[in-house]
């Protein structure tokens, strides 16, 4: 009889946890999710949504409750997920950034290490494309790899390059199984509400319903790789599975501005120009802009067999029609967006 996979999950109240979540549930895991202290906002959402989860209270800054969660779960597989997410925040609020985003990962990685669960357990590590920063001289035509040099420009970007680094070295100062996924930005249904993209989904919904006239922005000019977060997920997932631990990036392969997922957003309403219905404001322009980040995902399509599913235009789209449903009260937030 083959023994059940168990798999522990930081972050798993995020936007990529909710979607691991259903893909390793409905592969026949036994699931185990960490969040932070029984007044845990999100925590009510998570138990109605995901009711088959077993609920571990723990820190990426207590290392003694990481390793009662390691004894607690005994896993096959840890996604470390949880962080200090979002760029702009970072720059609010950067030692909280590094405690969490960077020096948690080292917690984690000492917990299983400690508890001797290295030998059975493999590690993925959630690192990102802001740990390039988006200069020229360090991407190639085709974009970042693997291989390119890092410049992060953000204390998200240095906390999470800290992280990758330190997941690598555990990789080979102790023969862990220890993958990083360099993701490049990955957006959907489940993405929070202060991110950009479903700032302007979200937005964009509202416009349609007449419940509010404007959406207010930063700068329009900065160009992503943006791709649909279940299909990132899916890699994920596939990257532990692999025979050996490895560094893979997770991309689109293409770029675009900002400024073409308001018009994208926009025509999906029916609105051809977007720009009366949109306006600036200094309070959201960071201190230092990434100007552009394009992958090159051909590593894990090669190796892994990744590929995405849904294009650029199906993400704007699928976002737009789940923000309708969700404002027009057709929907039930998901615990990402509480």
């Not at 230092?288 to 993400?315: H, T, Y």
Request: proline letters at 4%; zero cysteines.
């Amino acid at each position: 009889m083959t023994e059940t996979r168990r798999a522990l999950i930081t972050g798993i109240t995020g936007q990529d946890g909710g979607h691991l979540t259903e893909l390793l549930h409905s592969k026949g895991y036994e699931i185990f999710g960490l969040i932070r202290g029984q007044r845990n906002a999100r925590r009510e959402a998570l138990v109605r949504e995901y009711p088959y989860v077993r609920i571990i209270e723990a820190d990426l800054t207590d290392q003694t409750s990481l390793i009662n969660a390691v004894l607690t779960s005994q896993p096959h597989e840890v996604y470390n997920l949880g962080a200090i997410s979002h760029v702009g925040y970072s720059f609010r609020n950067p030692q909280l950034t590094s405690d969490i985003t960077a020096k948690g990962v080292l917690n984690l990685l000492e917990a299983i290490r400690i508890t001797g669960q290295q030998e059975t357990a493999r590690f993925y590590q959630a690192s990102t494309s802001e740990m390039f920063g988006g200069l020229d001289y360090n991407r190639p035509g085709t974009g970042y790899s693997e291989d390119s040099l890092f410049h992060p420009r953000s204390p998200y970007g240095v906390a999470k390059l800290y992280a990758h680094w330190i997941a690598r070295n555990y990789r080979e100062s102790y023969g862990m199984f220890v993958s990083t996924g360099i993701l490049f930005n990955h957006e959907g249904e489940r993405r929070g509400l202060e991110f950009v993209t479903r700032k302007i989904t979200n937005a964009v919904a509202g416009i349609h319903l007449g419940l509010q006239k404007e959406i207010v922005l930063g700068d329009l000019w900065p160009k992503r790789d943006w791709g649909y977060a279940g299909d990132y997920v899916r890699g994920m997932w596939q990257m532990l599975q692999h025979s050996e631990p490895d560094d893979f990036v997770l991309a689109t392969g293409e770029t675009h501005s900002i400024e073409e997922f308001l018009t994208l957003a926009f025509a999906e309403i029916g609105i051809d120009d977007w720009r009366p219905y949109v306006r600036q404001d200094p309070e959201f322009m960071r201190p230092a802009e990434v100007d552009i980040l394009l992958g090159d995902p051909s590593k894990a399509e090669r190796v892994l067999g990744w590929k995405r599913e849904v294009d650029f235009p199906g993400l704007v789209r699928l976002m737009v029609e789940h923000d309708i449903a969700l404002r027009s009260g057709e929907l039930t937030p998901s615990t990402a967006e509480r």
